[in-house]
């Protein structure tokens, strides 16, 4: 369990939470943190190094955007995506990057891109967290195409002990839904994808996989 901070995120009161729990013997998990927050993830890390520290930047050369252009090859997108991203990552030690945002592209662009960017990435001394699939996608019955993702990951640390891993979303129906609430086909969505993956690779199970946006529907509280 952990935190998702934004720009604005108060830096003390976060370092006092992961000093205090890693103090009594509970380590804070996971932090994750978009552009803005750069310093406290930086800080966390120093003050509770058992902490995974996730980074997403918002930005790149392309200015604000989440996605990777699908309508380039996706072994060169792959490679020009991470240079694009790689100015903004230089502000964090993090042990992971989210790669990408929601992003609707075709499952089989997608595997080639994301085993190029796992490439570049690892060469750079660069951990990836891959998909960051919405909620409720993509169709459980094509998740087996990505099979090919997840060998790579498997075969090709990208640093001592530490794999490539997955980035999911879990959200509520509605924004009073919790996605404990949600149901298997959607809270619970990661469920289904590896009934099927496993039968294929059995050995995916060891990738890790953070769920690194989680809540209500929407995410955000419900005002009357």
Request: proline fraction near 7%; charged fraction near 15%.
């Amino acid at each position: 369990m952990g935190l998702h901070l934004i720009v604005g995120a108060q830096k003390s009161p976060v370092v006092d939470l992961a000093t205090r729990l890693r103090a009594a013997g509970h380590p804070l998990g996971t932090l994750k943190g978009t552009n803005g927050t750069e310093d406290i993830l930086n800080a966390v890390k120093a003050a509770s190094p058992e902490t995974t520290i996730v980074f997403r930047s918002l930005v790149s050369g392309d200015g604000r955007a989440d996605c990777p252009n699908v309508w380039h090859a996706p072994d060169i997108e792959a490679r020009r995506w991470l240079d694009e991203l790689a100015p903004y990552w230089t502000g964090v030690q993090a042990d992971y990057y989210e790669l990408m945002n929601e992003c609707s592209v075709p499952l089989d662009w997608l595997a080639t891109f994301s085993i190029e960017a796992m490439r570049v990435a690892g060469s750079r001394g660069q951990c990836l967290l891959l998909f960051s699939f919405n909620t409720g996608q993509p169709d459980v019955e094509q998740f087996a195409q990505l099979a090919p993702v997840y060998e790579y990951a498997l075969q090709n640390p990208c640093a001592p002990g530490r794999m490539h891993g997955i980035a999911l979303h879990a959200y509520g129906v509605t924004p009073t839904t919790l996605v404990s609430e949600s149901g298997i086909y959607l809270g619970l969505r990661h469920r289904l994808f590896y009934a099927h993956l496993l039968a294929l690779v059995p050995d995916a199970i060891r990738v890790p996989v953070y769920i690194t946006e989680a809540g209500p529907g929407g995410g955000r509280p419900a005002f009357a």
